[in-house]
């Protein structure tokens, strides 16, 4: 398979969101730039730290009774309010097309049906949903654990909207919310977790029971259905209650938890790998070997091959690749950002490929994991 660019940029890179997907960024792509390729704290286990706050606007009724004509005044409110401010950008979702929606989801951007949204095109760790559960939905993401810069980030872009903005709150309840859930702080974290050692050695469900005891919800990233060896061993541990505590109570409760699970981790990873050093080695040849003899990958086999490597990296099979390269892999093999590369570039597939778009997103998508993983170097090869 050959290619050739359709843009300048000749390299197989992150995607922005602009070309075909009508959606209009400054840059054609993303780059080294973005979050997601950043090296972060404790990224062998934690790949990502997530916090959001939701807001509502007082003086109009929540989403769910509102008016056509208020959706427009608060989209509106909520528009002038961003406008001239950093890098924001606001996208009226009726302007967006579908793949362009599917970029946004692949980033995270997007998790529900809403009116707008509104990113900041610097690394694009932040954005805000417009008008879905709630009239304000601020998210910010931050590489690896680090709780306090992502609640910093957030609050950044609160504290701004506030200067402009009158948010609905109580003295009794705190910020007013359309879920329950949310009334108080109206902050949520979610810190993404990659436990293979947890997972493999049957200790999992001693994590689940730790996580409900301090009232938090742990789910896997994947459903079952969706699970390709390797892919069930990535999770998100969230907090459930914005009611309890303060913001910074929850910062703290959801680090010391994840804190212990990592050091869990780790200390399993380091006793399986000394007892079972055969059944290690087979994990990560297999996988390694799927990766670079394979044509056509989906997302789900791509997962499990990424983090068959990761932890073949933790237990020092390999080396020539790096955490951050392997967290920022997870995204750059989704089928919206390899959507984005076809239509931008000018490839020249197989003559069976060419028929299907989704056989093309296959073929690609094995293309990008043989050009990260080119620089592996094999610590262990098998005697
Ligand atoms: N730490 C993280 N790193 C990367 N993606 C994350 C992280 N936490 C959550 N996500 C993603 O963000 C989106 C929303 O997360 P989640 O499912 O926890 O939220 P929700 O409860 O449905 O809604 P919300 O928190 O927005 O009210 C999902 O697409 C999820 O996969």
């Known amino acids: ?18 070309g075909k997907s009508g959606i209009s960024t400054p840059s054609a792509t993303a780059g080294e730039n973005v979050w997601f390729s950043l090296p972060g704290n404790n990224d062998d286990v934690v790949i990502s730290t997530r916090a959001r706050i939701v807001r509502n606007l007082a003086d109009f009724p929540f989403p769910s009774k509102m008016s056509d004509d208020d959706r427009r005044r608060v989209q509106s409110l909520v528009y002038d309010a961003f406008s001239g401010v950093e890098n924001w950008r606001f996208i009226e979702m009726s302007g967006i097309s579908e793949p362009g929606k599917e970029i946004l989801r692949d980033k995270n951007v997007l998790d529900e049906e809403c009116g707008a949204v ?7 760790s932040s954005s805000c949903l417009v008008n879905g559960t709630d009239h304000i939905k601020l998210s910010s ?41 949310d009334c108080g702080t109206g902050l949520k974290f979610s810190v993404r977790m990659f436990l293979p050692s947890i997972v493999l050695s049957g200790q999992f469900e001693s994590v689940v029971s730790l996580v ?4 938090m919800s742990i789910k896997p990233v994947f459903k079952s259905d969706q699970i390709a060896d390797f892919s069930n061993c990535l999770f998100d541990v969230s907090t459930v209650s914005c009611a309890e505590g303060t913001e910074l109570d929850q910062m703290a409760g959801i680090h010391s938890i ?25 994990f990560f040849k297999q996988s390694y070997a799927r990766a670079m003899y394979s044509l056509l990958l989906s997302y789900e086999e791509a997962v499990s091959i990424i983090s068959a490597v990761k932890w073949g990296l933790q237990l ?32 020249t597939f197989e003559d069976d490929v060419k028929s299907s778009l989704q056989l093309q997103i296959k073929r690609l998508r094995t293309i990008v994991i043989q050009q990260a993983f080119e620089g592996i170097v094999n610590e262990k090869p098998v005697s």
């Open 141 to 181: 993401f931050v590489a690896g654990l680090d709780c306090e810069k992502a609640m910093k980030k957030v609050y950044h872009t609160d504290e701004m909207l506030q200067e402009k903005l009158q948010f609905a709150a109580s003295i009794d309840f705190g910020y007013l919310t359309s879920m329950v859930k």
């Open 1 to 18: 398979m050959a290619r050739k660019p359709k843009t300048d940029n000749n390299k197989i890179d992150d995607a922005g969101t602009s």
């Open 316 to 347: 020092k099979l390999i080396k020539g690749i790096s955490e951050c390269e392997l967290n920022g892999l997870y995204y750059r093999v989704k089928d919206g950002h390899l959507k984005y590369l076809c239509d931008n570039y000018a490839f």
């Open 258 to 282: 994840v804190s212990v699970i990592l050091k869990k981790e780790r200390k399993i990873r380091s006793n399986f790998a000394d007892n079972n050093p055969t059944v290690v080695l087979n």
């Open 118 to 124: 509104v990113i900041n095109y610097g690394d694009e």
């Open 212 to 215: 409900h005891s301090k009232k």
